[in-house]
């Protein structure tokens, strides 16, 4: 340990912002003609990989994997360079949808490429837990920043990326539409 303050435990998360509205518009376009209206899409609509429909393989290639790639780069200083996999599915929600504490065990990373998001009124933050459950027993509130929730309110656009050991829910969500493409990238080796 060196000397002076030490960050010990951090976590890392990637916000981002998806740059092509075109090609998110066409994935849009796409999920609500293959899996009709919007409001009555809900939580994994396939039980099947979303990424198994080459419709999806521009989004994936152009989106999903260099944001990946990016919080890789990041935390790592190095590149994905061996065998992986990917698993997406559909969110879509209307009034009053929330989501429970859980996490994504089985995987490395964990994703959420908001496609809709739009009503900034209507609730809806994904809230990410301290991994170190427990860790805040007996502590007097003076250090209760050391243990605070990260909570983070999508826009249209947007995505994060944390790792999959995370727990994490979503508050409830009021408004009337919300479309998401959730993915975990799992890693069988890397040198």
């Given amino acids: 340990m060196n000397y002076g303050m030490n960050q010990m435990w951090p976590t890392p998360i990637l916000k981002g912002k998806m740059s092509n509205q075109k090609l998110i518009d066409n994935v849009i376009n796409h999920i609500l003609l293959k899996y009709g209206q919007a409001n009555k899409i809900s939580s ?41 996999s990917l698993r997406a599915w559909i969110t879509g929600y209307g009034v009053n949808y929330a989501m429970p504490k859980h996490n994504h065990s089985g995987s490395h990373l964990s994703g959420v490429f908001y496609l809709i998001s739009e009503d900034k009124t209507s609730g809806g933050k994904i809230v990410l837990s301290d991994p170190r459950f427990n860790a805040n027993r007996g ?3 003076d250090f209760s920043k050391w243990f605070n929730s990260e909570k983070y309110l999508p826009s249209s ?12 829910n979503v508050e409830t969500f009021s408004g009337k539409l919300r479309l998401a493409i959730p993915v975990d990238l799992i890693i069988y080796d890397n040198e």
């Fill in 44 to 84: 994994n609509v396939l039980d099947e990989n979303l990424f198994d429909d080459k419709y999806f393989n521009q989004f994936k290639n152009e989106i999903v994997l260099p944001s990946f790639y990016q919080f890789y780069n990041i935390e790592f200083n190095k590149k994905i360079t061996s065998n992986f």
């Fill in 139 to 141: 502590y007097k509130n």
């Fill in 157 to 168: 656009g947007d995505f994060i990326i944390f790792p999959s050991f995370l727990y994490h």
